[in-house]
């Protein structure tokens, strides 16, 4: 991804007109996409390679209710990396497509970016707030005030 960033700057430079070699400018656009696909498609490996490390097997002598706690917070992270992986792949595809390795048509190319860049401000979300537990109040003989978290 650095050689796209920095490809990339030297694009906005040819566009804004500090520089005017015409291949200049065309060749580090190429780069910049050459550089933004492979950096996606690399995320697209590594995630995968991290859903499949993150599944378990059931550990010797385990009990069911912390396999079942292990498998959920397994099957978390799975979903999450599964959304980043989903991500990379459509950046790639939009990338191909602007490198024109694939006949997408524009409209094609343009749903993909728009879909990708909607996934971005997906994950700029905020997590929502945890739901506050029930509080339970109780007196005692005694007459104290007892609270128990249900």
Known sequence: MATYFA???????????????????????????????????????????NIVSVSSRRLAGESDADWARRQEAARQEINQRLLVFIHGGLQALTAMGLLQLYPFKPRTVGLLGSLASALNCYFLLPAFPKRAKAVETATTDSGKLVAKVA
């Open 7 to 49: 490809a990339d700057h030297v694009v906005w430079a040819f566009q804004i007109g500090l520089i005017q070699d015409k291949t200049v400018g065309e060749r580090a656009q190429k780069v910049s996409l050459w550089g933004w696909a492979l950096g996606s498609v690399l995320t697209m490996i590594i995630e995968a390679n």
